[in-house]
C-alpha cells in the first residue's frame, strides 16, 4: 500500500523516480527529472532494501534532499536510512531497532511540521492503532508512540496527507469496498491525530488504486483514484481544508492494470502529476501533467527502460 511520498533526491524542487531491485542484489536506481523526461538511471545505492522489505521515501534530515527508508519487518522489525547527497544515497543506518513489525503497514509524513519527515505505522488489524516515530532530524527516530487508538482496520487503504494545508500531515484512509468512504483525522502537530471523520461518501471502490497529492497547487493534498481495468480513468477529488469536493475524471486512459501508479511533481510548477511504471519487459514510464484545474494532460514517455517486473518503483 504506497499512498505517495516526496522523491525529489537531488535537491532541485522536482521529483524523480526511484526503482529498488529487491533481488539478492539489492540496488536502488534513480532517474532524475529534466522537467521533460527522466534522465539516465544510475545505481544510488549498491545494497538496500532486500526481498521481503518495504521500501519509501522521504526528506528525514530537512536538507530539502528526500532519502530512502526501508522497513526489515521480520522480527527485528529494523529500520534503515540512507540519507541523500544530491548524487546518490550514503550508507545505511540503523534508525529505529523495532518498527512496523509483520503485517503492519508503514507511511512516511512530517506529521508535527518541523521539516523532518517521520515514520508511521498502521496496525491494520482489530486494533487498528497508529504509531509514530518522529525523526530528531540528524540519526534516528525517537521512540514510538500511538497517536490514535483506532483508525484504517483491516481490509482500508490507509495513507498520509496534509488536508488542511497547516504544514503537518493527516491521517486517511479509504474503506473501499462497496461503501468506498473516505475518512481523515487531523494531526495536531503535537503528540496525535484527531478524531476520524467521514471527508467523501464514495471515493476509490474496492479494486481501485488510491494516491495523494497536491494536484492543483493550493498546499492542501487532494486524492486520486486509478480504476485500472479496461477504462484505466484516473479520479479527483480536490481538498476544500476540512473535506474533499466531488470526484471529477481527469484522465480517461492512465495506468492500466498491471502497471503501478505513483505521484509527483515532476515538471516542477508546484502541482502533482501522475506517472505509471509499465513493470513489463519493456519498463516503460508515463507521466501525466496536471494542468491545476480539472486534467492530467500531455500523457506521453518520459523513460524507455526503468522498473522491471518485481521491483518497487516510486
Same mark, same amino acid.
Request: charged share 20%; proline share 5%; hydrophobic share 35%.
Given at each position: 500500500?504506497?499512498?505517495?511520498?516526496?522523491?525529489?533526491?537531488?535537491?532541485?524542487?522536482? !521529483?524523480?523516480?526511484?526503482?529498488?531491485?529487491?533481488?539478492?542484489?539489492?540496488?536502488?536506481?534513480?532517474?532524475?527529472?529534466?522537467?521533460?523526461?527522466?534522465? /539516465?538511471?544510475?545505481?544510488?545505492?549498491? &545494497? &538496500?532494501?532486500?526481498?521481503?522489505?518495504?521500501?519509501?521515501?522521504?526528506?528525514?534530515?530537512?536538507?530539502?534532499?528526500?532519502?530512502?527508508?526501508?522497513? #526489515?519487518?521480520?522480527?527485528?522489525? !529494523?529500520?534503515?536510512?540512507?540519507?541523500?547527497?544530491?548524487?546518490?544515497?550514503?550508507?545505511?543506518?540503523?534508525?529505529?531497532?523495532? $518498527? @512496523?513489525?509483520?503485517?503492519?503497514?508503514?507511511?512516511?509524513?512530517?506529521? =508535527?511540521?518541523?521539516?523532518?519527515?517521520?515514520?508511521? #505505522?498502521? #496496525?491494520? %488489524? *482489530?486494533?487498528?492503532?497508529?504509531?509514530?516515530?518522529?525523526?530528531?532530524?540528524?540519526?534516528?527516530?525517537?521512540?514510538?508512540?500511538?497517536?490514535? %487508538?483506532? $483508525? *484504517?482496520? @483491516?481490509?482500508?487503504?490507509? *495513507?498520509?496527507?496534509?488536508?488542511?494545508?497547516?504544514?503537518?500531515? %493527516?491521517?486517511?484512509?479509504?474503506?473501499?469496498?462497496?461503501?468506498?468512504?473516505?475518512?481523515?483525522?487531523? @494531526? =495536531?502537530?503535537?503528540?496525535?491525530?484527531?478524531?476520524?471523520?467521514?471527508?467523501?461518501?464514495?471515493?476509490?471502490?474496492?479494486? +481501485?488504486?488510491?494516491?495523494?497529492? !497536491?494536484?492543483?497547487?493550493?498546499?492542501?493534498?487532494?486524492?486520486?483514484?486509478?480504476?485500472?481495468?479496461? +477504462?484505466?480513468?484516473?479520479?479527483?477529488?480536490?481538498?476544500?481544508?476540512?473535506?474533499?469536493?466531488?470526484?471529477?475524471?481527469?484522465?480517461?486512459?492512465?495506468?492500466?492494470?498491471?502497471?503501478?501508479?505513483?505521484?509527483?511533481?515532476?515538471?516542477?510548477?508546484?502541482?502533482?502529476?501522475?506517472?505509471?511504471?509499465?513493470? =513489463?519487459? /519493456?519498463?516503460?514510464?508515463?507521466?501525466?501533467?496536471? =494542468?491545476?484545474?480539472?486534467?492530467?494532460?500531455?500523457?506521453?514517455?518520459?523513460?524507455? &527502460?526503468?522498473?522491471?517486473?518485481?521491483?518497487? @518503483?516510486?
Amino acid at each position: 500500500m504506497f499512498g505517495g511520498s516526496p522523491t525529489d533526491f537531488t535537491g532541485d524542487g522536482v !521529483d524523480d523516480i526511484v526503482t529498488f531491485t529487491q533481488n539478492p542484489e539489492a540496488d536502488v536506481y534513480v532517474a532524475p527529472s529534466t522537467r521533460t523526461e527522466f534522465g /539516465e538511471a544510475k545505481v544510488w545505492h549498491d &545494497f &538496500f532494501a532486500p526481498g521481503g522489505e518495504t521500501p519509501l521515501t522521504g526528506d528525514f534530515n530537512g536538507d530539502h534532499k528526500d532519502d530512502i527508508v526501508t522497513f #526489515t519487518k521480520g522480527t527485528e522489525s !529494523d529500520v534503515y536510512v540512507a540519507l541523500s547527497n544530491g548524487n546518490s544515497f550514503a550508507t545505511a543506518t540503523v534508525w529505529h531497532n523495532h $518498527f @512496523s513489525p509483520g503485517g503492519e503497514f508503514p507511511a512516511v509524513g512530517d506529521v =508535527n511540521g518541523d521539516g523532518y519527515d517521520d515514520i508511521v #505505522t498502521f #496496525t491494520h %488489524d *482489530a486494533d487498528a492503532k497508529v504509531y509514530v516515530a518522529l525523526s530528531n532530524g540528524t540519526d534516528g527516530f525517537h521512540p514510538a508512540t500511538v497517536w490514535h %487508538d483506532y $483508525f *484504517a482496520p @483491516s481490509g482500508e487503504f490507509p *495513507a498520509l496527507g496534509d488536508i488542511d494545508g497547516d504544514g503537518d500531515d %493527516d491521517l486517511i484512509t479509504f474503506t473501499q469496498g462497496t461503501t468506498a468512504d473516505v475518512y481523515a483525522a487531523l @494531526s =495536531n502537530g503535537k503528540d496525535a491525530f484527531g478524531t476520524g471523520q467521514l471527508v467523501h461518501d464514495h471515493f476509490a471502490p474496492a479494486g +481501485e488504486l488510491p494516491r495523494i497529492g !497536491d494536484v492543483n497547487g493550493d498546499k492542501k493534498d487532494d486524492i486520486i483514484a486509478f480504476t485500472q481495468g479496461t +477504462e484505466s480513468d484516473v479520479y479527483v477529488a480536490l481538498s476544500n481544508g476540512a473535506a474533499y469536493g466531488p470526484g471529477a475524471r481527469w484522465n480517461e486512459y492512465f495506468s492500466p492494470t498491471g502497471e503501478f501508479p505513483y505521484v509527483g511533481d515532476y515538471d516542477g510548477d508546484g502541482k502533482d502529476d501522475i506517472v505509471t511504471f509499465t513493470h =513489463n519487459t /519493456e519498463a516503460d514510464v508515463y507521466v501525466a501533467l496536471s =494542468n491545476g484545474t480539472d486534467a492530467f494532460v500531455n500523457g506521453r514517455k518520459w523513460h524507455d &527502460f526503468f522498473g522491471t517486473p518485481g521491483e518497487t @518503483s516510486l
